[in-house]
């Protein structure tokens, strides 16, 4: 709790703040919300208009309205039909009077009082006797005062339960009238100027309690500037940055890159030629790559990236794929195995539940024994890995501990993380002997739109694969309509008489009441009673442990699961080539780009494959838009079709956009886009003469792990 006499400040804890006990406190959290500046930069998503102030006379039935009036007489009662408590009002203006009823709030008369002036907001009903206000917000002002919470343009927060609007919006008034005038504004005063923005106070001010919307959206338009321009800045300086730090210069070796394509069973694309030409030639650089390369589901990324981790290891140096889970490593690791036993002495995989450790034959030690502990392995590793003498190390988040040390890191394969954080390089500088950086080279299979990539993304050079492998099939996709699911599971054991796997998708777990959609473990039961009895199916969603999945994953490997019912768990780079089905339930609770990645599961061999898309719901805004879906295999169409339909938010997720700026932003807006990225650009030389500015990116720098 804050001192007597102690003045609140922007970084001071939440809990300083009157009003807000240790019970508040966590639900804040819940929200991100710690300090008084998270207060403060916590917008609302949209208001209520209030605006229309009338007299009691001049009401009408269906209009919202505020009035602002004497109470004369409140009262409980019960319902003669339903017996629920109905609270009843009159209230009375200079003009007439109105009756004002609430439904279920039986405590409103030890708030309210005959006598007490109040300004209410709500929605005229006409019971066919008279005109009603029915269960209006409410607040107690003076006759010269203004409210909060009626009148007016009222905002509205995404809440978490235990947190009241009014409540909410009280604390939000609190902290601007004690510490608005200490926001800086940190961008240079001739953009403000040039572009006739708000300061940063007033759009603050203004984007929470506004006076009209005009002024709205002048607030919301300096507002979203600044989120722009920062990550446009934030990643510029990056990307200035990095150029005067030190890497590891591999030169490319034609020859043993000749000798890893001879080995291989198929030959490279035109795209993936390019991109890894681009990628070695950034590797033979002394300044560190940082390169993001994008592709479709099943382009070829693991290829690529093979001939960049080749070239360092030939040269003497170590490589680190990570990814983001454990059944994605250990499968990496599989792969790897494969592709690598001719050209590596070993490879190693670390997680946080284990280690392994493949050895080529001819090199194999005594001390590669079965019996050997799981904490000795795990030491002797961590030794090899100080010393150099494994070069290939894969693993999870497992790699960024403090007891993994390197001799000469100078790769790092980063798979589905979009994002590798300033704090997590750091990491690995720290831990390399060398004290150079690693190059970077980062993997999705998320195709992003141009726009989002340069603006998320603007730090990072972009290399994009878009075709498929030769010899791959199109998947066909169907629009299936709930009477003829029958049908759908007579396809699917006909496939599996065949020899072939598949996957089912639920959006849930567990079964859900409120939801009414399919759910794993109900699926489960009711496929084994019925549909598929005679199939063997297994379960992978994210409430298992690591162990757990890796078992089931394994089984699915080794052909001895036929279905696998999962949830979005199996969405990211799961690999089983012998897979040519895909049911998705419950489709239209998922975005385009992510059914793009479940139908990615499937396609990954010579063999023809099919993704069957069943909706739960039948609106019409929801069938067109999985009607895009069934119409392209393109990745980089849907993603655009998603940016267009639903935001960035779909497209990147928000753990993986790694940017938690965007508030307000919308990156479908071209021309603030074009406006933010030209000012960021002329200014990334010019730092050093605007410190506010440079304090807010470094800042930037220290909070954002871009995970």
Known sequence: MRAVGMM????????????????????????????????????????????RIVSIRDLKASETVTIRGTIRLIQNRRSWKTRKIVTEALVSDDTAEVKVIWFNQPFLIKNLSSGDFVSLSGRTSDNFYDLQVVNPVYEKVSVDEQSL?????????????????????????KALDECLTQIQDFLPEYIVKAEKFFSLQDAVRTIHFPDSLINYSKAKQRLVFDELFLIHAFTGMSKKNLVNIAAYAIPFDEKVVKEFLKNLPFSLTKSQKIVSWEIMKDMSKSSPMNRLLEGDVGA??????????????????????????????????????????????????????????????????????????????????????????????????????????????????????????????????????GQAIPHLLSMTATPIPRSLALTVYGDLDLSILKERPYGRKSIITKLVPEQYRTWVYDFIRKEVSKGHQGFIICPLIDVSDALEVRSVKEEYMRLQEGALRDIRIGILHGKMKPQEKGKIMHDMLERKIDVLLSTSVVEVGIDIPNATFILIEGAERFGLAQLHQFRGRVGRSELQSYCFVLPTESKKEERARLKIFVSSNDGFYLADKDLELRGEGDVLGSRQSGMPFLKLTDLRDADMLKKSREYAAKICDQLSIYPLLQAHLEKMEADVHLE
């Open 300 to 433: 070829g990324k693991t290829i690529v990236a093979s001939m960049a981790l080749l070239g360092a290891t030939h040269a003497g140096y170590q490589v680190a794929l990570m990814a983001p889970t454990e059944v994605l490593a250990k499968q990496h690791f599989e792969t790897f195995v494969q592709l690598f036993s001719p050209f590596l002495s070993s490879i190693a995989l670390l997680t946080s539940s284990g280690v392994r450790e493949w050895t080529r034959p001819s090199e194999r030690r005594t001390s590669d024994v079965p019996k050997q502990s799981k904490k000795k392995m795990r030491e002797d590793i961590y030794q090899r890995i100080k010393t150099g003498s494994i070069q290939f190390v894969i693993g999870t988040h497992a790699l960024l501990e403090d007891t993994v040390s390197w001799n000469s890191l100078a790769l790092a394969i980063i798979d589905e993380q979009h994002r590798f954080g300033v704090g997590q390089r750091k990491r690995l500088r720290e831990g390399n002997a």
């Open 149 to 173: 919470h009626t009148g007016g343009l009222v905002p509205v927060y995404s809440l978490v339960a235990g947190i009241t609007k009014k409540q909410f919006r009280t604390l939000i008034k």
């Open 8 to 51: 609140l400040s922007l970084d001071s804890d939440i809990r300083a703040m009157a009003g807000v006990g240790q019970v508040l406190a966590r639900k804040l959290k819940i929200l991100g919300i710690t300090t008084v500046r998270d207060l403060v930069f916590y917008f609302p998503y949209r208001f209520d208009d209030f605006t």
